[in-house]
């Protein structure tokens, strides 16, 4: 296949070791932005940077003793190609990624491999559409973002990365959730705004999966938490009645612990303004999270604390300061724009 505007074959798939049974999700339109998706990523490495060979992923373990088997994955990224920062739009994106691994946070979750090696990853995405807009000089990105968010555009400004103000902290969420991006707004001696910012790009919205009932400790633990978190939603006074059906065994519960950590920041005033938001973005042709994000809307009396957009809304404002890497941006993740 040479031409990058057809969409991929089942061959071409293969041929790339980009055919996978686990990209047969979320319905037949889901399925056929997911196989596109992880053809055009390892396309991006082989035309854009040369990159001719891939590293695996494993399958899972079923047998205690038995290794688990690798399996080629065209969406890879090798060692030497990975250190040299070729899953980063540019070198200046690449550096922001590595100061974050390098600024380790308590109870962090952060997967270095899957940053660093993952080309379909959701991750380096973020970091590569906001990781210039990050930049100190590049006040005026930050500043449409919040324009965009819908809050005030206080200086100072600053972007981060995997972000939470207090993971496994009883004022949060007393769990380890965090954001993938957090727009902060304001001075740090003042209550400051964030917009906490979840980002998808491949994935397709799925049920969490409780812990079993053969092992009861952790069904404990999993029930006392989702009290604890629904006690949040009950004092945040937005959910509509019956919203624990709609969403406590759903695959909604997701969106809704992200969500709560914004609630939670606004239940700490002398901290975090009242402005505090949480946004949900993906791609518009992730038709499983534009669904689920609908459908979390409808279980919202107020959603002026959610907000669900695509990744084709924030791109001007997220390289408001000018530079090439928009174009490249949207030639790696948003072929359909060009």
């Known amino acids: 296949m040479s031409e990058m505007s057809d969409s991929p074959t089942q061959q071409d798939l293969i041929d790339a070791y980009c055919w996978f049974d686990s990209d047969k999700a979320g319905g037949r339109k889901m399925t056929a932005f997911k196989r596109e998706a992880r053809w055009r990523q390892h396309r991006w490495a082989v035309d854009e940077l040369s990159i001719s060979s891939y590293g695996a992923h494993t399958r899972r373990r079923v047998h205690p003793d038995i290794p688990p088997e690798g399996i080629q994955n065209g969406t890879k990224l090798l060692g030497a190609d990975a250190e040299s920062g070729a899953n980063f739009l540019t070198p200046a994106i690449h550096h922001v990624a590595q100061a ?4 380790k946070q308590e109870h962090e979750t952060l997967d270095d491999k899957r940053l660093f090696r993952d080309l379909l990853s959701s ?17 005026l990105s930050r500043r449409r973002l919040a324009e965009l968010f819908g809050v005030v555009a206080s ?49 397709h919205s799925a ?118 890497t928009k174009e490249r941006f949207i030639r790696r993740y948003l072929w359909w724009m060009q």
């Open 100 to 103: 974050r691994v390098a600024a």
């Open 123 to 139: 991750m380096p995405m973020a970091f590569n559409l906001f990781g210039e807009a990050s930049l100190a000089e590049n006040a």
């Open 155 to 203: 200086e100072p400004s600053d972007i981060v990365f995997e972000w939470s103000p207090g993971r496994r902290d009883a004022r949060y969420t007393r769990d380890r959730t965090a954001f993938d991006v957090a727009l902060r707004l304001g001075p740090e001696d003042a209550p400051r705004t964030v917009v906490g910012i979840e980002t998808k790009y491949h994935e």
């Open 207 to 324: 049920k969490e999966a409780a812990p079993s009932a053969s092992k009861p400790e952790s069904l404990q633990r999993y029930t006392e938490q989702t009290e604890f978190l629904a006690r949040i939603a009950d004092d945040a006074g937005i959910f509509k009645s019956g919203w624990r059906e709609a969403i406590l065994s759903t695959d909604l519960r997701q969106i809704w612990r992200d969500h709560l950590l914004a609630l939670s920041m606004r239940s700490n005033p002398s901290l975090w303004a009242a402005e505090t938001r949480y946004v949900l973005l993906y791609p518009s042709r992730n038709v499983s999270f534009s669904n689920a994000a609908l459908r979390y809307g409808e279980v919202l009396v107020d959603n002026s604390t959610f907000r669900a957009m695509t990744v084709e809304e924030v791109v001007d404002a997220a390289f408001a300061h000018g530079t090439p």
